[in-house]
C-alpha cells in the first residue's frame, strides 16, 4: 500500500452559492438584474477512507483512447476521477487554478512494462479544465512516442508521494 496520510488530505468539491444574501438581494433588485448562481472550490473532510493506492494494481484512472483523443494529443479525464484520484491530493490553491480555466503543468513517467522508463515534464504534458467540467490531460509527445491508437486502453494514478502522474500502456489493439 502507498504511505498515505488521510487526515491530511481534504477533499475538493464545489460549494454553490444558490441564495442570495440581503445585500445581494437588494443589489439586484437595484440593478434590475436576477440572482446568478456561484460556485467556489473548497476544501472539505472527507466523509470515506481516501481510496488506497495498491501498488501492484494502481491503475485508478481506466480509458480506452479514442479516435478524438489522438487527433487533439489529449486524453479526457472525466470530473469524478479527476476529483477523486487526483485533484484530492492537490493543495486547494492548485486546485483553484485549474478550476479557473487555466493550464497546470504536471510531471508523468511513462511505466509501460519493457519500456526505459521516461518522464514527460514541463509544457509536454499539462492538465485544464474542458467545458463540461471534465478535465483533459494534454500529452501529444506521450502519443507519439507510444503511438497510441484507437482502442488501446491505458491506465493512470496520481502518485502523491512524489506529485506526478504514472501512466501505463495497458493494453493495445493489434498486439
Excluded at 103 to 124: A, F, P, Q, R
Excluded at 154 to 160: C, M, N, Q, R, V
Aim: glycine share 4%; proline share 5%; aromatic share 14%.
Amino acid at each position: 500500500m502507498c504511505d498515505q496520510r488521510p487526515s491530511l488530505i481534504m477533499k475538493k468539491t464545489f460549494f454553490y452559492n444558490l441564495f442570495p444574501s440581503k445585500a445581494e438581494e437588494k443589489a439586484c433588485k437595484v440593478n434590475n438584474t436576477p440572482h446568478v448562481v456561484t460556485r467556489e472550490l473548497v476544501e472539505i473532510r472527507n466523509l470515506y477512507p481516501t481510496p488506497k493506492i495498491d501498488l501492484q494494481k494502481p491503475w485508478q484512472i481506466k480509458k480506452k483512447i479514442t479516435h478524438d483523443d489522438i487527433v487533439v494529443g489529449m486524453l479526457m479525464i472525466p470530473f469524478f476521477e479527476m476529483f477523486e484520484y487526483i485533484l484530492r491530493y492537490w493543495t486547494l490553491d492548485m486546485a483553484k487554478i485549474l478550476e479557473n480555466d487555466c493550464s497546470v503543468c504536471v510531471d508523468m513517467w511513462n511505466i509501460t512494462k519493457g519500456d526505459v522508463l521516461k518522464k514527460y515534464e514541463g509544457v509536454s504534458v499539462w492538465l485544464r479544465t474542458v467545458c463540461s467540467d471534465d478535465f483533459a490531460l494534454w500529452c501529444i509527445e506521450l502519443f507519439k512516442d507510444r503511438g497510441l491508437g484507437d482502442g488501446d486502453e491505458i491506465g493512470l494514478y496520481w502518485d502523491p508521494r512524489f506529485s506526478y502522474l504514472v501512466f501505463k500502456l495497458l493494453s493495445q489493439v493489434g498486439s
